[in-house]
């Protein structure tokens, strides 16, 4: 395999462990990064480190501090910093096994891909992938990798296995705090009819490859025609269309008009017509209350 695998190992469930491989599962996109520029020299702009009062330092007087409380640090040597980390025990330990669903999609971090070390790895891990697809568990164990320690799930993923990083729940913001004022309304079922009909018709697979970052496109167009334009300045006004004014929506027709443009001449779901009862017995007829 051509790429070099980030951490080396074994499995271990129970007494059966299995020598694996993991490989980073992502890479960085093409991002446009930029560099501050001195213009009338064309040169970049370094960066000094200073001390207010004293001015520029040397590499070898600085240390890495923790502040305590304002303006008070704990001054920490490198050595010190690197004696407390975690050395890698080359053993992921899956110590519980637990739906998919459980797990918050706000606690996954990073993917790797899991591959069986040798040949000899081949049975143990085909046998622990096949037992977690028909579970539909997630084995979770904590690993330490380059001196930190993550808490890890482990799923099938086609002949291989995935296994993520996940953050701890300090990481995590509680949701309700964000949530807490959207009302608990419940929509008429007419407007859900039609918002279900909408994504209906929208449904698709998914196929990443079908989606690119626009703005890192445009990016890239705009430093070529500035290079085409001996650095001349561009400018576009953009029409974006976007009307302003009262943000009053009626609901039910921007649905209605959303469908007509998905669909074409096809119709909105209607409303399914009440079972018919048998005649009930002829009773006094009451006038319904006014509304408050």
């Not at 050395?87 to 918050?104: P, R, W, Y």
């Not at 380059?146 to 993520?164: A, D, F, N, Q, T």
């Not at 703005?215 to 290079?227: C, G, H, M, Q, S």
Request: hydrophobic share 40%.
């Amino acid at each position: 395999m051509a790429a070099r695998a980030y951490w080396q190992g074994q499995i271990r469930l129970a007494l059966v462990s299995i020598p694996v491989e993991i490989y980073s599962a992502t890479k960085s996109g093409a991002a446009v990064s930029f560099k501050q520029i001195h213009e009338p020299s064309g040169q970049p702009i370094h960066y000094d480190k200073v001390v207010t009062g004293v001015g520029p330092v040397d590499a070898d007087e600085i240390m890495k501090g923790y502040e305590v409380s304002k303006g008070e640090y704990v001054l920490l040597e490198q050595d010190e910093i690197d004696a407390v980390k975690l050395e890698s025990k080359k053993t992921l330990e899956l110590t519980q096994f637990v739906d998919a669903s459980e797990i918050d999609v706000l606690y996954y971090e990073k993917p790797y891909f899991v591959v069986p070390a040798d040949d000899l790895a081949e049975e143990a891990f085909i046998v622990l992938r096949e037992a977690l697809k028909r579970t539909k568990k997630v084995g979770l164990g904590q690993l330490a990798m380059r001196g930190r320690e993550y808490v890890v799930s482990l799923k099938p993923c086609g002949r291989g296995m995935v296994l993520e990083t996940l953050r701890y729940a300090d990481e995590v913001h509680k949701a309700q705090g964000y949530f807490r004022e959207i009302p608990d309304d419940k929509p008429s079922e007419e407007l859900l009819e039609l918002a279900e009909a909408l994504i209906e018709k929208r449904s698709a697979d998914f196929h990443p490859q079908e989606f690119h970052d626009r703005y890192v496109d445009a990016l890239k167009d705009l430093i070529e025609r500035k290079r085409k334009a001996n650095g001349k300045k561009i400018i576009e006004d953009k029409d974006t269309g976007a009307k302003t004014g009262s943000n009053v929506v009626d609901l039910m027709a921007a649905l209605k008009k959303s469908m007509e443009k998905s669909g074409g001449a096809e119709k909105a779901p209607a409303k399914k017509a009440p079972a018919k009862r048998a005649p009930a017995k002829t009773a006094a007829k009451t006038p319904a209350k006014k509304r408050a």
